[in-house]
């Protein structure tokens, strides 16, 4: 889809594929990819290549499950990030595995990823997060500040961790630690630190279920958010139904 596969799966199973792969010693790359970063990995082919890598891909933007069931192969649902932080979060704290969170809006007075690792530990019982890092911007290109990240990370030892910091930065931090921690799994989750903690809110539940919390969004944030999906995205979600139409056709 849009040059990018997407696995047919539904947010049990996406949990479940996790799990197995944890307890088996696997650690793993999750990407869910939206209209945005369709847009963005057709510009670049070495960002397709970051996306076409990972261990699990599932549809985060309603378009993509609406072109699936255009183009004749649907997938069974709309899986998003800023879902699986909470599935993934209930099932770990069952199975007493350990979490981090990396990113969050940098903010000393409100500390966003410490908020939401208080919110995970409340609403879970038995959760163990054991990193709540927001590193300062930059961090990724100095190497000091990457080694104390990398050390933290070795020493926490997590089974999962929520790396919010936007496509394309989550993932290819996601795929230089990795490096570190062979056996942890990376959830890259945009926005959801934030979600969680508070500091930003998400859609309405209805929202959410027509495909209009790109909507909310715009209206949340105009100024960062308003060119990016009238200028780029609609054109992509357009662009991505009619070629799911002509890929239809196309099939006897």
Known sequence: MGGIGIDPVTGAAAVARVLDAIEAGRGGHIVTPNVDILAAARRSRALRAVVGAADLVTADGAPLVWASRVAGTPLPERVAGSDLVWSLAEAAAQRGLRVALLGGTPDDAARPTERAARVLETRYPGLKVVGAWCPPMGFDRDAALWNDLAERLAAAAPDLVYVGLGFPKQELVSVRLRATAPQTWFLGCG??????????????????????????????????????????????????????AQDRRRRP
């Open 191 to 244: 926005a959801s630190i934030d979600f969680i903690a508070g500091y930003r809110r998400r859609a309405p539940k209805w929202m959410q279920r027509t495909g209009t919390e790109w909507l909310f969004r715009m209206c949340s944030e105009p100024r960062r958010l308003v060119r990016r999906y009238l200028r780029d995205d609609l054109p992509e979600a357009a662009r991505l139904l009619a070629e799911a």
